[in-house]
């Protein structure tokens, strides 16, 4: 017999129990009869696959190349011991487009059919629920859509329907569906309808995941039988209440985050003494954190945030020794820190942003305690100076949107672990601690939006890691010394640290709102990326980019877009920075984005900018002079180009014209650029404010005649043409006399419905099916 590798690569606990009971299920049942039909219901198979799938084909396509070969030997087929009759078919990740095949009720022994990771769209065929011995039914990551019927399938074990567009209740197929069920993912749907009564007569459920649809109503209330629940981000409602949790519990996940249960959450659910993870997260639960759960010694993972909790944190939790992740964020604890979060002595993650505390960090002990990996304290009140004394294991120490003041410990440059320090939007002063040159893991450094003078430390070269680099608006002044380009140069150390360390499961809540300060989604080309940033999506980002992979289409100049390629940032604007720019830029060999403006940068830009993968390029308001390099035509995935506001003089480098990325463009007042601009090609795609100021420029014509009035910002401009004056009388000439002409109209049809007279009426019809044709004309 022939096991599909896609079985057997799945190690996890349920997928050996299905595979048990499925090898069980093919001793009990095989039974020899002509293995010729089903035959013929692959070919046909496979034929009708091939007519959806013209081009791209995957592994079906090598069934009965070779005359020879049994149908059990083709590739994604599994037949029965003595093979005579499929059992199994596995088109996992296949390239399969079109809807559902609609015969594989012919296959009479089909008890596996794995068709997840493909494009396969419509309904899901009636011929489906006529298979009615299949155990095994995997469709996820599909474009699946419509109603669920699944009454005929009551043999059924494992059902993973996760990631389609399937909609509506599911009470067509619950609890038909029941008689055998162990696993039913339905997960990321658009499932709506009560959950309360669905799973009552599933005896063996076990995994259950209901994540993101749209079920509302209250919960079903049987769920600690099972070893896994999660109703994450559904519209769910009501109590949690005490007796969902009596008898015996063998819950090792409860998820029941992102709904709109209110309450009390109960201390009965120290009953279920498995519980590896409970997620609360964005609900309305109130009053107490019930003290019960300190006896659950198997939790991991605690996420209470956005709740309404009291502040009372009970003492027992500290017993809980694996615990490792604590999110208390955005439940309004207000006042000052509660004492016992320094105590917490064995946790490596602990949120508590948005809870509007005062008061300092002095007394509290909480950057001191042992374990401790990441902590986020941004999003409060909090004020006074920073304690010096700090844990040496923390990575990300995240202290953003508070008001600390006082000058940054130098202390904080001893955490060779640390890859993200945020202290961005406080009221720190002094200078950046020159120690910060032995963070060589650091990631990420977010200093802006504060009040820190002095110079940018040179040492700051020595951070091989960073990456992200971020001080803007800030007093900082001094020169862009040569030794800074060295910063970032190599990161992937860091990196391979996540890759071996990270765990996926356990590092979230709280990305979204620092992964929106550390990737900037306003600027290229990190927009891309943010444009849909959600729950699920920070995390993902959160996972690809500490491990270095990249998820930016940037490319190095000249080449083509390198996926692989991560995109650093260096962020200096609204500084008094002086001085050159140095020529050893181009060794910043990752850098996408760069920000100079508002500063006092000098002297001519080096030609050597042109060997970046920039796609920002921002210097407005400077000193600069010189002319233009027209290398910065080479820069070939640049977006945002901003030379505003400075001195640069000489002939205007047509190379920009290649330019075919540019989406923000600005050389306004550099009153001494001469030259001319093309009157096609990129450049005439932006507005004349994008060339204000600058009188030796000059300018295509149609921009000077047709006062091509733009959007300040120099952003590109589609609809020039329209914007003619002439044009535009046009226009409300015709409206003008399409209006009279409604009118007119109008008055004739009251005037003919009232005489109500047969020819009158043949005259309305004509008369409508006149205005029909204008205005299908004018819209
Ligand atoms: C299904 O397959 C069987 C066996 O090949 C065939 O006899 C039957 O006509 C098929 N039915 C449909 C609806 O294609
Ligand atoms: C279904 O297939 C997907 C993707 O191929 C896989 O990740 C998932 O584990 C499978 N589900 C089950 C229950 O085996
Ligand atoms: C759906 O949930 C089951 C049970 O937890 C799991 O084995 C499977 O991998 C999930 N499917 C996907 C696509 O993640
Ligand atoms: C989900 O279903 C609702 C109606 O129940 C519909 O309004 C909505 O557009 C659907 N969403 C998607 C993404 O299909
Ligand atoms: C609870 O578990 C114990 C031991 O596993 C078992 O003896 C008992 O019958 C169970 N109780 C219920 C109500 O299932
Ligand atoms: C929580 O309760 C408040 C009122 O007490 C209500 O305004 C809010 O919408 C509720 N939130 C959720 C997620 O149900
Ligand atoms: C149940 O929830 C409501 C809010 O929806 C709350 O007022 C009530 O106190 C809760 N009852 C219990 C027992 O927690
Ligand atoms: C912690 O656990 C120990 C025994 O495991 C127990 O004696 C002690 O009372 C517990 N402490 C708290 C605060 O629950
Ligand atoms: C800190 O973590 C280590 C390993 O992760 C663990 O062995 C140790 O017990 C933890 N320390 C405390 C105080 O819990
Ligand atoms: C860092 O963690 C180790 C164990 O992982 C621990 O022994 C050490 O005390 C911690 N260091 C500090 C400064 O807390
Ligand atoms: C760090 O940078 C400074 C100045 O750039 C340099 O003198 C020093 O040798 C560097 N230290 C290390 C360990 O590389
Ligand atoms: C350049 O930076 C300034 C200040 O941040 C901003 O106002 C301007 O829009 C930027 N220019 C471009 C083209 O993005």
């Not at 197929?173 to 669905?198: E, H, K, M, Q, Y």
């Not at 749209?214 to 209440?241: A, H, M, Q, T, Y």
């Not at 390029?617 to 995935?637: H, V, W």
């Not at 008055?747 to 020819?759: R, T």
């Amino acid at each position: 017999m022939v096991v599909s590798p896609g079985i057997m690569a799945n190690g996890d606990s349920n997928s050996l129990l299905s595979l048990v009971s499925f090898l069980l299920f093919i001793l009990i049942t095989a039974t020899a009869v002509t293995g010729d039909s089903d035959r013929e219901v692959l070919l046909s198979f496979k034929s009708y696959l091939q007519s959806w799938n013209p081009t791209e084909r995957g592994k079906y396509n090598e069934w009965e190349t070779t005359e020879k070969q049994g149908v059990c030997q083709w590739p994604g087929i599994i037949c029965t011991p003595e093979g005579s009759r499929i059992i199994g078919i596995n088109l996992r990740d296949s390239t399969i487009s079109g809807p559902l095949f609609g015969n594989f009720s012919a296959l009479t022994q089909l008890a596996f059919l794995d068709l997840s990771s493909n494009t396969i769209g419509g309904s899901i065929p009636d011929d489906l629920n006529r298979c009615h011995n299949l155990k095994h039914l995997n469709l996820s990551l599909n474009i699946i859509e419509r109603e669920l019927s699944f009454s005929g399938l009551s043999n059924l074990e494992v059902l993973d329907l996760s990631v389609n567009r399937i909609e509506g209740d599911v009470h067509s197929s619950f609890p038909l569906l029941c008689n055998s069920l162990i696993v039913a993912n339905l997960s990321t749907n658009n499932f709506s309808g009560r959950i309360d009564d669905i799973f009552n007569e599933c005896r063996y459920l076990k995994y259950v995941d209901l994540r993101y649809n749209g079920f509302s109503g209250e919960i079903w209330s049987d769920f600690r039988r099972l070893v896994k629940f999660s109703v994450s981000r559904n519209r769910l409602s009501g109590n949690i209440s005490a007796s969902m949790f009596r008898g015996n519990c063998t819950l090792q996940v409860l998820d029941l985050s992102g709904n709109g249960f209110a309450g009390e959450f109960p201390g009965q659910v120290s009953n279920c003494q498995n519980l590896n993870v409970l997620d609360l997260w964005g609900n309305n639960f109130t009053g107490n954190i019930p003290a019960e759960i300190g006896s659950i010694s198997s939790l991991r993972g605690l996420y209470f945030g956005k709740n309404e909790f009291s502040r009372d944190i009970p003492e027992t939790l500290l017993n809980l020794s694996n615990l490792v992740f604590l999110d208390l964020s955005r439940n309004n604890f207000g006042g000052e820190l509660q004492e016992i979060f320094g105590r917490f002595t064995q946790v490596e993650y602990l949120v508590l942003y948005g809870n509007s505390y005062v008061g300092g960090l002095y007394s509290s002990n909480i950057l001191t305690l042992p374990n401790l990996s990441r902590l986020d304290l941004s999003y409060n009140n909090f004020s006074g100076r920073l304690p010096s004394e700090i844990s040496q294991n923390l990575t990300f120490l995240i202290l953003a949107y508070n008001n600390f003041s006082g000058d940054i410990p130098r202390e904080y440059g001893n955490m060779p672990r640390l890859q993200a320090l945020d202290l961005s939007f406080n009221r720190l002063t002094g200078s950046i601690p020159s120690s910060f040159g032995k963070l060589t893991s650091l990631l990420w450094l977010m200093l802006a939006n504060n009040s820190l003078s002095g110079e940018i430390p040179r040492e700051i070269g020595n951070c091989t890691s960073l990456l992200w680099f971020n001080v803007a608006n800030n007093q900082l002044s001094g020169g862009f010394h040569p030794e800074l380009t060295k910063m970032g140069s190599n990161p992937l150390p860091t990196f391979e640290v996540n890759r071996r360390t990270m765990d996926n499961t356990i590092s979230r809540s709280g990305e979204c709102l620092v992964m929106r300060r550390w990737i900037p989604a306003e600027f290229p080309p990190f927009k891309f990326v943010c444009a849909t940033f959600t729950n699920k999506s920070c995390r993902t980002l959160w996972n690809h980019v500490l491990k270095g992979k990249c998820i930016f289409p940037v490319c190095p100049a000249g080449s083509i877009v390198d996926p692989l390629d991560i995109s650093g940032y260096l962020q200096l604007s609204g500084n008094k920075l002086s001085g050159e720019v140095p020529a050893n830029i181009s060794q910043m060999k990752k850098l996408s984005m760069l920000h100079l403006g508002f500063n006092e940068f000098e002297g001519k830009l080096p030609i050597e900018i042109g060997l970046l993968p920039l796609a920002f390029l921002n210097l407005t308001r400077n000193k600069f002079s010189g002319q233009i390099p027209q290398e910065i035509g080479n820069l070939s995935s640049l977006q945002n180009l901003d030379l505003s506001y400075n001195n640069f003089s000489g002939n205007f480098p047509t190379s920009l014209n290649e330019l075919s990325e540019m989406s923000k463009f600005n050389i306004s007042y550099n009153p001494f650029i001469s030259g001319v601009i093309p009157s096609s090609g990129q450049l005439a795609t932006f507005g004349k404010d994008s060339f204000l100021g600058n009188p030796l420029l000059q300018l295509p014509s149609f921009f000077i005649q047709s006062g091509n009035n733009n959007s300040s910002s120099g952003e590109r401009d589609n609809g020039r043409e329209e914007d003619d004056d002439g044009a535009a009388i046009d226009m409300l000439v015709f409206y003008w006399s399409t209006f009279s002409f409604y009118v007119v109209a109008l008055m004739g049809i009251l005037v003919l419905m009232y005489l109500d007279c047969p020819w009158c009426r043949a005259w309305l019809r004509l008369l409508d099916a006149f205005m029909a044709s204008l205005k299908s004309m004018l819209s």
